[in-house]
């Protein structure tokens, strides 16, 4: 049996909040379990850019403030880290709250930098990984992911959080490699996970995000804080609770065909006090389409008209430039002002719409989704 452990928080007050993240760490020993006394504990949140906590994209700073004074009771030495893709860290520090927080507490705050090749673990795709330095020499590594929705991989949880080990843009030139299928890239998501081995995910879904996530989603409150040592094992109870169909997520098909962690959820015991199945109807997750429906030779016409494919809503364009320096393929082009996309050469990564800021990229349905919705009506 592996153990996950959930705890309803209905609020970010920060007592409540320290308390129910306590309660998920007591099965699994509590915090002191994790490190020995004066060691140094990287805490790795979801800093994906610049939105304020309000907006729900980034693991709340009272979340993070609750696990740096766990970790610091515990004797631990705590610092957070994260490497955004693209963006001032400073900024991103500051709009999120965490550069606040770890000032307030006296905790190094480190964008992640220096990446170092790494051979894979047995069974990846990848003849080798790249991860930042911090993270492998890092003792101890608590995973703080913000529970929401993602438009290319259906969910981002624990183990999608691990993709901001890998240094700022180079997660665009991996994105390039993994291609355009899904399994693939949860293939190297999977890889990431089993090379920073984090000691315990601690997922924020007090306020989660559903529908178009994973930055320009709706808040959804669920009241939950989980915690796992396997982060499978989290993230599949947690689409089980949802209710998102675990066959349409990438990470667990990819994770049972691998045997990566816990995917048997009839030998996943929840093991706290908090809700064992809260059965939250309605949590709205993205349709995803597939690349591979027809052979290859057939790309073209795949790429053109039946998968959904990136536009650009023009009234909410501050032609900021970001999708276009993230794109990992170069198909975006800026044409005075109107953003002209390459649909053939456009991998679907949906790194363009992740990184907009304003909401003005969307994904236009292709004949897939459309078939797909029609059905379900
Ligand atoms: S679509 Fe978004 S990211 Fe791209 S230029 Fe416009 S505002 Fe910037
Ligand atoms: S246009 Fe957008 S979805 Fe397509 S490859 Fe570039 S960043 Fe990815």
Redesign the pocket.
């Known amino acids: 049996m592996t153990e996950v452990a959930f705890a309803l928080c209905n609020s970010y007050d920060e007592a409540l909040t320290a308390s129910a993240i306590a309660s998920v760490l007591r099965p699994f020993g509590g915090m002191k379990a994790f490190f020995r006394a004066g060691e140094r504990v990287l805490i790795k949140p979801n800093l994906l850019g610049a939105w304020a906590p309000e907006k729900r994209v980034t693991t709340d700073p009272v979340i993070i403030a609750a696990v740096i004074g766990l970790v610091q009771k515990a004797g631990g030495i705590p610092f957070v880290a994260d490497s955004p893709a693209i963006g001032s860290f400073k900024r991103i520090s500051e709009k999120t709250g965490v550069g606040k927080v770890c000032r307030e507490l006296g905790v190094e705050l480190l964008e992640l930098s220096a990446p170092r090749p790494i051979k894979p673990p047995g069974g990846s795709r990848f003849r080798r990984l790249e991860i930042a330095s911090q993270v492998l020499d890092a003792g101890c590594v608590i995973n703080l992911p913000k529970l929401k929705t993602h438009g290319q991989m259906l969910m981002t949880l624990g183990v999608k959080n691990l993709f901001g080990t890998v240094v700022g843009q180079r997660k665009a030139e991996w994105h390039h490699m993994a291609g355009v299928d899904r399994d693939t890239f949860a293939s190297l998501l999977l890889d990431i996970y089993l090379t920073v081995k984090p000691s315990i995910t601690i997922i924020d879904g007090v306020w989660a995000m559903e529908g178009h996530g994973p930055s320009n989603g709706s808040p959804k409150r669920l009241n939950l804080i989980g915690a796992a040592m396997d982060a499978v094992a989290l993230d599949v109870s947690i689409c089980r609770m949802l209710g998102v169909p675990l066959d349409a997520f990438p990470i667990y098909r990819e994770a049972r065909r691998r045997r990566i962690g816990m995917t048997d959820i009839s030998r996943i015991r929840v093991v706290s006090d908090g809700p064992t199945d809260m059965a939250c109807k309605g949590f709205v997750v993205p349709r995803l389409d597939s690349m591979g429906i027809l052979p290859g030779g057939f790309d073209w016409f795949t790429k053109r008209f039946l998968v959904s494919r990136p536009v650009?809503?023009r009234s909410?364009?501050?032609?900021?430039?970001?999708?276009?320096e993230i794109c990992p393929v170069s198909a975006?082009e800026?044409r005075r002002g109107r953003?002209l996309f390459d649909y053939d050469r456009c991998i679907r990564c949906y790194c363009?719409q992740e990184?907009?800021?304003?909401n003005?990229?969307h994904f236009k349905s292709g004949l897939i989704v459309k078939a797909l919705n029609y059905l379900k009506r």
Not at 316 to 324: A, F, N, P, T
Not at 355 to 358: F, K, L, N, Q, T
């Open positions: 650009q809503e909410s364009c501050r032609e900021c430039g970001m999708c276009r975006i800026n953003l363009c990184i907009c800021a304003h003005a990229i």
